[in-house]
């Protein structure tokens, strides 16, 4: 017990430093501008190791404690020293360190080239933020398009399966045929179409991106097509829009 006391005491004088005045006194004033400081950096590094430090020695004195108060009803337990509960924490805490080593090499090795360190972490290159955004607008779009499915698909179900006419479009929310962020532009929509099992297109965005346009067919499959699969389709981009 007075070992565990002495390592808190340790612990809370580095992590709260204070100003201790000592030795013979000296006929010399002395030169605040000849004394020794830290610089910045050395010292946020003091102060750090002090913190995690402590949380280290509390943290074992945690472990301490818990063991020898389960010890209580359960006496098979050995009795834990301090000593060794500083050890088990230890172990444990370099136990951590390994999986997160292993967690971080297989990130690495799944993505090569896609982070680069930073100061003393590690963000994503530049290729792969922009990489990020696509997917994440990808998905966004996916979304607008899947709602406005399921309000063609309500309107099919009460017209005997048939898709909006040129003069039923008004029928559907006009926020359902704008193409999210993409200035006001509006889906292309293929008219005089009933739902079924045919791969036939109903609605497909914009040339907004030539290499991924979502595309919605009248059996309900959402997809990603390029503009020359559409235009192979003879299908363009300029087609009436609702």
């Not at 896609?114 to 963000?123: E, N």
């Not at 696509?134 to 017209?159: I, K, M, N, P, Y």
């Not at 045929?177 to 609605?203: C, F, I, K, N, Q």
């Amino acid at each position: 017990m007075r070992t565990c006391a002495y390592f808190i005491a340790y612990g809370l004088s580095l992590t709260f430093p204070l100003p201790v005045l000592a030795g013979m006194p000296s006929p010399l004033p002395i030169n605040p501008e000849r004394v020794m400081r830290l610089s910045d950096t050395p010292l946020a590094r003091l102060q750090t190791t002090s913190f995690f430090l402590l949380v280290f020695l509390l943290s074992s004195f945690a472990l301490w404690a818990i063991w020898n108060y389960l010890r209580r009803d359960v006496p098979i337990l050995p009795r834990l020293s301090y000593g060794r509960a500083v050890a088990g924490v230890f172990l444990w805490g370099l136990l951590f360190v390994i999986v997160l080593a292993m967690i971080s090499g297989a990130r690495e090795l799944m993505t090569p080239g896609a982070w680069k360190k930073q100061g003393a972490t590690y963000k994503l290159t530049e290729n792969q933020t922009q990489l990020q955004q696509s997917v994440s607008d990808l998905t966004g779009r996916r979304r607008h398009l899947e709602r406005l499915r399921t309000a063609l698909w309500q309107f099919a179900a009460t017209h005997g399966g048939k898709f909006p006419g040129r003069d039923e479009l008004t029928a559907i929310s006009a926020e359902l045929w704008e193409v999210p962020d993409a200035g006001g532009m509006r889906y292309v929509y293929v008219p005089d179409r009933s739902a079924g099992y045919l791969p036939d297109l109903l609605v497909y965005e914009p040339e907004l991106d030539s290499e991924r346009r979502l595309v919605l067919r009248v059996n309900g499959d959402i997809l990603e097509m390029k503009s020359d699969e559409l235009r192979s389709l003879n299908v363009t981009s300029d087609g009436k829009k609702p």
